[in-house]
């Protein structure tokens, strides 16, 4: 039965990061992810001054809730939506002017309705090119803070970068939310800001078409923080152990009282027929032979789309995903990217502004799956190869954003499913 070493989580560690540069104090990380995105997101913070020492198991920061210890900074996100949305949230804060860029897929990617947000609060936010995307500068003051109305529709990574920012200012946050995706990572935002000190108070609105979110100002305090394994990477992993009669995966460390929604995409492996065992030290997947078609909202989850997608054509009918606009706008367009890999594959698909329904089919063995340099789409195409011959992958090393080992990792498990 294999026992598979998820590494820390990614959002965990961005999270993380941006509360042990503001905390007033040293803070350690352990057993943080180490990828592109994370090591961009602390090479980010060096930028800006904050000194971050790594070791394998453990970072420290030297945090600084004034802000930025520099008071100018030009800093590269890389590919990293956390490092290019949480930054410069926190770059206001300080006294300087900061610039920030990113990589051509990065660029592409929008962050509108939070800098809009951080202007409404004061904040003098500069975009060079295009309206809404990097580049941008920051030319800070501290943040005074106040009343702002944020669209979280697209992402909710705007929202967090908001909440984080609320202790950090002079009057505190109000944030009227008029629309929320992927809410379970906003969760994850506020449990974390508890255990270093702040609070967050959540009401909703009378009309009852939004969210009331209060922040009010505070100090972060240093802590040791464990970051728990990450839960959209272990789908991947559960998924296989789902397509295979017999074949059982455990995940130690995730389980019951995980902060991470993404943890409830067993719920769907288990309404397909999988058997499911979460426990408070672990999370265990058993194929049964079964996989019954469904249909599945996935607005909460959407990270995982790819996964289900990935394994819909063995299911023993459709296999429909509601509610996952969103998954257009993230590393390039997922629910497109799934829908032309499965067609690729000799699956028939139908897809919708915000849904995709796949049937039922034997995907053809030797396909090629176009990556989109998506380590989602790689990562979850993995597990279709499960059970079909010769498929390979234009970019195999796009994982390294999440999972720099994954391709290891994985055939590891595939011996010990005997697939």
Sequence with gaps: MPVVDIPGSKSITARALFLAAAADGVTTLVRPLRSDDTEGFAEGLAALGYRVGRTRDAWQVDGRPQGPPVREADVHCR??????????ALAATG????????????RRRPLLPLTRALRDLGVD??????????PLTVRAAGVEGGDVVLDAGQSSQYLTALLLLGPLTRRGLRIRVTELVSAPYVEITIAMMRAFGAEVEVAREASGRGQLFVVPPSRYRPTTYAVEPDASTASYFFAAAAVTPGGEVTVPGLG?????GDLGFVDVLRRMGAEVSVRPDGTTVRGTGELRGLTVNMRDISDTMPTLAAIAPF???PVRIEDVAN?????????EACARNLRR?????????????????????????ESHHDHRIVMSFAVTGLRVPGISFDDP?????TFPGFHEAFAEVRGGLGA
Excluded: N
């Design 327 to 335: 998954t257009r706008v993230k590393e390039c367009d997922r629910l």
């Design 79 to 88: 590919d990293g939506a956390t490092t290019a949305r949480f930054l410069p």
């Design 256 to 260: 019951a009282g995980a902060l991470q």
């Design 125 to 134: 936010l500069r975009h060079e090119q295009a309206e809404g995307h990097h």
């Design 95 to 106: 006294h300087g002017t900061y610039r920030f860029d990113a990589s051509p897929q990065m």
């Design 397 to 401: 090393g796009c994982v390294r954003k």
């Design 315 to 317: 299911a023993s009918g």
């Design 345 to 369: 594959l000799g699956v028939r698909v139908a897809t919708g502004p915000d849904w995709i329904e796949i049937r039922p089919g034997t995907p053809e063995p030797g396909t090629v799956i």
